[in-house]
């Protein structure tokens, strides 16, 4: 069965600490994105990818980080320089140059302890 | 101002009622449309998706896309506590003229359907 694979559901980040949002498709998709959600603001791009090994930054990356070493899997890891991480983090999908529609995973909900 | 605007809600409506949920959006480059439809703790799954201005229905659901005046809508027939969720409208320009296939999300309308 295709899709959008986000681990872990919840994730709770210590003060200074780095953590990794886990990313993996099976639909053979080309471009991957990574969304932060908060209440009232809908959806804000962190970072995007649309081939492997290259990525560019969305509209809020300060603090994060991604890789894409591979076409199915493009992790997010929330740095200790994120110093309002808590939210509710998720992973899209799509062919770059149909124009599809993004597909999204589950999310991930980061909260700190 | 945000590229794109929408009322946030929440909107509380009877069962079988008629949903009316609206974006406006301010970018002329603005050519292609979507619903996405969000329960809790869930990530948004595509309800609808258009192009040009007109109408584009699939079973209760309604699309509408109003160019000249940068005005989408989404209209819920016979609306059912199932169809209780958060709406998001979005939108991107063409592929080709630069950004790939990034979306604009609006805010999100919070929707209710009650017994």
């Known amino acids: 069965d295709g899709g959008i694979t986000q681990s872990p559901k919840y994730l709770f980040r210590k003060e200074g600490q780095n953590v990794t949002l886990s990313c993996e498709q099976n639909l053979n998709h080309d471009a991957m994105y990574w969304y932060r959600q908060d209440p009232g603001q809908g959806l804000r791009l962190i970072y995007y990818?649309?081939?492997?090994?290259?990525?560019q930054k969305g509209d809020i990356a300060e603090g994060y980080s991604v890789s894409r070493e591979k076409k199915e899997s493009f992790p997010l890891t929330v740095t200790s320089a994120q110093k309002n991480p808590t939210a509710f983090y998720l992973c899209a999908s799509t062919w770059t140059l149909t124009g599809e529609p993004q597909h999204f995973g589950d999310g991930t909900r980061l909260s700190i302890l | 101002q945000k590229e794109v605007e929408q009322d946030p809600g929440p909107l509380s409506v009877p069962e079988g009622a008629i949903v009316s949920l609206n974006c406006t959006y301010s970018n002329s480059a603005f050519q292609y449309f979507m619903w996405y439809r969000q329960y809790s703790r869930k990530g948004p799954e595509l309800l609808m998706y258009t192009y040009s201005s007109g109408n584009k229905e699939d079973g209760r659901f309604t699309a509408q896309v109003d160019k000249s005046s940068k005005y989408i809508s989404l209209f819920i027939r016979d609306s059912q506590p199932s169809d209780s969720a958060t709406y998001l409208c979005?939108?991107?320009?063409?592929?080709?003229?630069?950004?790939?296939?990034?979306?604009?999300f609006g805010t999100g309308t919070q929707l209710k359907v009650e017994l």
């Open positions: 979005a939108t991107r320009s063409n592929i080709l003229t630069g950004g790939g296939n990034k979306l604009t």
């Open positions: 990818s649309q081939i492997v090994n290259d990525f």
